[in-house]
């Protein structure tokens, strides 16, 4: 076997083990647009595969791979480039266990935020990042993502608030 075709392989199969946790992560920086969120990993997929050599060789070859990610979603947001617009519907498809509603309304009230408040809160708190990996991912400092995932929650809350009572009630 080749040394490309040995590199394709190896690729491959990171690709095939990490693409449905960076969907995940895609789909809730894109707010729930699902069309968004498959064109951001395959961006990102790109991107990891035309420098597979320096990917694999990092210490997280995981964490790279979402790093470059949620960069290309915050870059995509700033240029703005795109002729596509958000729509207010969420497309069909099964997001797993919980209440549909809650799913919605979180997913809508992440909408509201701006782009890197909205990756910080993914990164923070559906990743499950420390704040010293948020910072790295994003290339800000600790103090920031604090002071991000701060602001960020209260203006979730304030977004939730009259849906959140209803929508946890037993």
């Given at each position: 076997?080749?040394?490309?075709?040995?590199?394709?392989?190896?690729?491959?199969?990171?690709?095939?083990?990490?693409?449905?946790?960076?969907?995940?992560?895609?789909?809730?920086?894109?707010?729930?647009?699902?069309?968004?969120?498959?064109?951001?990993?395959?961006?990102?997929?790109?991107?990891?595969?035309?420098?597979?050599?320096?990917?694999?060789?990092?210490?997280?070859?995981?964490?790279?791979?979402?790093?470059?990610?949620?960069?290309?979603?915050?870059?995509?947001?700033?240029?703005?480039?795109?002729?596509?617009?958000?729509?207010?519907?969420?497309?069909?498809?099964?997001?797993?266990?919980?209440?549909?509603?809650?799913?919605?309304?979180?997913?809508?009230?992440?909408?509201?935020?701006?782009?890197?408040?909205?990756?910080?809160?993914?990164?923070?708190?559906?990743?499950?990042?420390?704040?010293?990996?948020?910072?790295?991912?994003?290339?800000?400092?600790?103090?920031?993502?604090?002071?991000?995932?701060?602001?960020?929650?209260?203006?979730?809350?304030?977004l939730l608030n009259g849906d959140l009572e209803s929508l946890t009630a037993i």
């Amino acid at each position: 076997m080749t040394r490309q075709m040995g590199r394709d392989t190896e690729f491959r199969e990171f690709a095939q083990i990490r693409t449905a946790p960076l969907f995940r992560t895609a789909l809730l920086l894109t707010a729930g647009d699902w069309h968004a969120a498959e064109d951001l990993v395959q961006s990102a997929l790109g991107k990891a595969y035309a420098s597979w050599g320096k990917v694999r060789r990092a210490d997280n070859p995981d964490a790279y791979v979402r790093s470059v990610l949620v960069r290309t979603h915050l870059s995509q947001r700033r240029l703005r480039s795109s002729g596509e617009r958000p729509t207010a519907e969420l497309p069909e498809g099964a997001y797993g266990d919980g209440d549909p509603a809650l799913r919605v309304a979180l997913l809508q009230a992440l909408a509201q935020l701006p782009p890197k408040d909205r990756a910080v809160l993914v990164l923070r708190y559906w990743e499950d990042h420390s704040v010293e990996q948020t910072a790295c991912e994003l290339g800000l400092r600790a103090g920031t993502v604090r002071n991000r995932s701060m602001s960020a929650l209260a203006k979730l809350r304030e977004l939730l608030n009259g849906d959140l009572e209803s929508l946890t009630a037993i």
